[in-house]
């Protein structure tokens, strides 16, 4: 199977690109990123990638065909340490910029980071646009401690893929009880549940498919611990602050927003192995 190609939206110093590319499924063809030390960064680790400053003056044609958009879009407007305005802020806002190149090149697939606040502040409306634009969506908070991290780092995931691509296996889940925390009702009828619900459905008119969702993602996570994959040190490789680090104060702040790689790496193994067992059953329905 040829590499998917990836934009990384909203890049910081690589995270969402790193864990991608760990799995050997994906290949990252273009960042955007307008802070100045992170793209030195990007530069220095992804030499010849193309690298683009502002989401707001970014086009598909600039970019091209994809199979993926990632990124986790400015979190400052929906944190509990913002100013409350949601979607409505200017840096927070910037998702309408995300969901305009997602309409623009149509990937296959959209992968979004963001703080677990936007459950409340913002995720109907993330859910609401994706199902307009034709994607069926699943959310899953994942605090990086999950993945044996010795911090928390509570993040919301959203996995969307265009309805009735090969690996499209989410179905049209229905229920009228509230099992998670924050329910959506729109046009689309979509609904916001636990971890693994369905909760943007582009066609309500889909019945469910075999084979399950598109990821799984406890179980992924259940059997990354098992068969060793999920290894975290007890020191970062960076050096602590009070042995030195030059030119700290933006380097925290990178790692500060980084999204955890391991988490995107373990989404992306759970995409490729939709995939594989999606091209399988269409083996297996031919050959009946």
Not at 72 to 89: E, H
Not at 238 to 266: F, M, T, W, Y
Request: hydrophobic letters at 35%; charged letters at 25%.
């Amino acid at each position: 199977m040829n590499k998917l190609k990836v934009l990384d939206l909203f890049s910081g110093i690589g995270g969402f690109s790193l864990g991608l590319e760990r799995t050997g499924g994906f290949e990252t063809v273009a960042f955007c990123e307008i802070d100045q030390h992170c793209r030195a960064v990007l530069e220095s680790r992804w030499p010849g990638v193309r690298q683009f400053e502002d989401v707001t003056t970014l086009r598909g044609s600039d970019v091209g065909t994809v199979d993926v958009i990632c990124g986790g879009f400015p979190c400052q407007d929906i944190s509990r340490a913002g100013n409350g305005a949601g979607l409505a802020g200017a840096r927070s806002g910037l998702w309408f910029e995300y969901a305009r190149l997602i309409g623009e090149l149509r990937p296959r697939y959209v992968l979004v980071e963001n703080v677990s606040t936007l459950l409340h502040r913002g995720l109907d409306a993330v859910l609401g646009t994706l199902a307009t634009l034709g994607y069926d969506a699943q959310w899953h908070c994942i605090p990086a401690s999950d993945i044996g991290a010795p911090h928390i780092r509570d993040r919301v995931w959203i996995i969307a893929n265009a309805q009735h691509t090969d690996a499209d296996c989410l179905g049209s889940h229905r229920t009228e009880e509230h099992h998670g925390r924050v329910e959506l009702r729109d046009q689309q009828g979509g609904f916001v549940g636990p971890l693994g619900q369905d909760v943007a459905d582009a066609d309500s008119s889909r019945k469910p498919q075999p084979g399950g969702r598109l990821i799984d993602l406890r179980r992924w996570l259940i059997n990354s611990r098992e068969e060793g994959r999920i290894r975290w040190g007890t020191e970062p490789g960076l050096g602590r602050v009070a042995d030195g680090v030059p030119n700290r104060s933006h380097r925290l702040k990178q790692l500060g927003n980084a999204v955890v790689p391991q988490i995107p790496e373990l989404i992306g193994r759970a995409i490729l192995d939709s995939i594989e067992r999606e091209a399988v059953s269409k083996a297996d329905r031919s050959a009946a």
